[in-house]
């Protein structure tokens, strides 16, 4: 009897074990391979338009000027990442590197985009992150991984543009916590400040908030789970994966903005990320604005508190 309990005892715990690791596994996926709207290029680009309509006249017109362009680079794992690029309108040294958030492409950063162009008059450059748009890869990386890829985009900006380039780098919400990342790197001399709209503290609390949010379940066991099998198919870990980590290596100037109505990426965690970096730095939070909105609901005043910040270090 009490051999047969044992194995019985034994089955159940293989069960749940694999029932377990199935369910990690799903969240991995789920989190990492969603379903990609960022490969829908055309999509995107009538969304854009939709959204903002005077961004059609103005792809338009860089389209006619053969201005609107495209480039491809490998990086050291063999994978092929696209972005495009303008020109300012008058030369310049003045650059902007602009990182989309997730599920996005480069074309759904296109009114940033317009803004550091047409409105402040710099050169700009939008990747496409893996697993998105152009770019190869066959996994969302949550921006660690990507924080190599868009400081291999910033060389590439700076060969494009001139040794003489000054750089900001600007993200939203995957990208601001991508451009966070960066920032906790070791910093070319042309790189000359930072800009994170709705960026996370790091994959756990995001991971962990959206698996409440979305499941009403706990952070044991599958965070626990789906952290591991990240370590072993991608290399890096949720907790690893830290924006609050980098910035506090980070002594260039940033600009945190945050909408206070934000519930995706909640408000809270700006006011974490902003006291762990040290100075100079600069805060907004945005009234009314839910998450990566801030630009679309105060399109005026988004502008001009980019331009009095970028001048500043520019």
């Known amino acids: 009897?009490?051999?047969?309990?044992?194995?019985?005892?034994?089955?159940?715990?293989?069960?749940?074990?694999?029932?377990?690791?199935?369910?990690?596994?799903?969240?991995?996926?789920?989190?990492?391979?969603?379903?990609?709207?960022?490969?829908?290029?055309?999509?995107?680009?009538?969304?854009?338009?939709?959204?903002?309509?005077?961004?059609?006249?103005?792809?338009?017109?860089?389209?006619?000027?053969?201005?609107?362009?495209?480039?491809?680079?490998?990086?050291?794992?063999?994978?092929?990442?696209?972005?495009?690029?303008?020109?300012?309108?008058?030369?310049?040294?003045?650059?902007?590197?602009?990182?989309?958030?997730?599920?996005?492409?480069?074309?759904?950063?296109?009114?940033?985009?317009?803004?550091?162009?047409?409105?402040?008059?710099f050169n700009i450059l939008l990747p496409d992150l893996r697993d998105t748009g152009l770019s190869g890869g066959d996994a969302i990386q949550m921006g660690w991984l990507d924080r190599k890829d868009v400081i291999q985009w910033m060389n590439t900006a700076n060969e494009i543009y001139g040794d003489s380039t000054r750089m900001v780098v600007h993200g939203i919400s995957m990208g601001a916590a991508t451009t966070m990342m960066v920032s906790g790197e070791p910093q070319p001399g042309y790189v000359k400040c930072f800009v994170e709209d709705c960026g996370y503290t790091n994959v756990w609390d995001q991971f962990s908030k959206e698996l409440k949010a979305q499941f009403g379940l706990p952070r044991f066991p599958l965070m626990y789970i789906a952290d591991r099998l990240c370590r072993m198919e991608y290399g890096w870990g949720f907790k690893e994966a830290s924006a609050l980590k980098q910035v506090a290596r980070c002594h260039l100037p940033m600009f945190f903005i945050h909408g206070d109505k934000d519930d995706y990426v909640p408000t809270r965690m700006v006011y974490k990320l902003y006291e762990a970096k040290p100075e100079p730095k600069e805060l907004w939070i945005v009234p009314g604005a839910d998450h990566a909105h801030s630009y679309l609901i105060h399109t005026k005043e988004y502008t001009e508190r980019v331009r009095e910040f970028t001048n500043r270090y520019i």
């Open 1 to 121: 009897m009490k051999k047969k309990y044992l194995i019985g005892t034994g089955i159940v715990l293989v069960l749940l074990a694999a029932i377990l690791l199935g369910a990690g596994q799903y969240m991995l996926n789920y989190s990492l391979r969603p379903d990609n709207r960022g490969r829908d290029l055309a999509g995107s680009w009538q969304y854009m338009f939709d959204t903002y309509p005077y961004l059609k006249s103005w792809k338009d017109s860089l389209q006619n000027a053969g201005a609107l362009k495209d480039t491809f680079i490998y990086a050291p794992d063999d994978v092929k990442m696209h972005a495009y690029y303008v020109a300012a309108a008058q030369p310049t040294a003045k650059t902007a590197v602009i990182v989309h958030g997730y599920t996005d492409n480069a074309i759904r950063m296109m009114m940033i985009g317009y803004m550091y162009n047409k409105e402040l008059g």
